[in-house]
């Protein structure tokens, strides 16, 4: 679904639904697809809803502090990042509902459901942290010097 009222029927009300997103920032070693769910609106945006991507470990995002969130949003890669994501839905995001992919689209994936529902268990605490990750997306790029709107979208010579 690309159509923004589309895209917003399926991320909320938030952390609700677990959906398919297909997006080149995930790589090709993961197919550029993954389970996402929604967290928070972004602060400053309001046509960008923040996600958790499902296809990594979101438990560290309940242990970390604020500011340890803050710093994984821009770190180098290969360095561990904060597995945050954020959807603009004026941008006709590939969105879709996770029952679109099959089972053997799922094992290419090398995901579980097992898996994915532990961790769609997790991104429920994690929406009770939400006031945390929301003052974390408030911060200032490095790279910039300034207040960044794209907090997660940055080009990877950048992060």
């Known amino acids: 679904m690309r159509q923004k009222k589309n895209v917003k029927s399926l991320l909320e009300p938030l952390g609700a639904r677990l959906c398919a997103h297909v997006?080149?920032?995930?790589?090709?070693?993961?197919?550029?697809?993954?389970p996402v769910v929604s967290i928070t609106r972004?602060?400053?945006?309001?046509n960008a809803i923040v996600v958790?991507?499902?296809?990594e470990d979101i438990e560290c995002l309940l242990d970390w502090s604020e500011d340890e969130i803050?710093?994984?949003l821009?770190?180098?890669r290969g360095e561990t990042r904060a597995p945050l994501r954020e959807v603009k839905v004026n941008r006709s995001p590939f969105i879709a509902p996770f029952e679109v992919l099959t089972d053997e689209n799922i094992e290419k994936l090398s995901?579980?459901?097992?898996?994915l529902r532990s961790a769609g268990d997790a991104s429920i605490s994690l929406r009770c942290r939400k006031r945390?990750?929301?003052?974390?997306?408030k911060t200032v790029c490095?790279?910039?010097r300034r207040r960044c709107s794209t907090l997660w979208s940055l080009p990877a010579g950048r992060r």
């Not at 972004?42 to 309001?46: A, W």
């Not at 958790?52 to 296809?55: K, Q, T, V, Y």
């Not at 995901?111 to 898996?115: A, C, F, T, Y």
């Not at 945390?132 to 997306?137: I, L, T």
Request: charged fraction near 25%; proline fraction near 7%; aromatic fraction near 8%.
């Open 111 to 115: 995901l579980s459901k097992k898996s």
């Open 52 to 55: 958790a991507d499902l296809g």
């Open 23 to 34: 997006s080149a920032m995930y790589g090709k070693d993961r197919f550029n697809v993954a």
């Open 42 to 46: 972004h602060p400053s945006n309001s």
């Open 132 to 137: 945390s990750v929301v003052r974390s997306c």
């Open 74 to 76: 821009f770190v180098p």
């Open 142 to 144: 490095p790279k910039k």
């Open 70 to 72: 803050r710093t994984k």
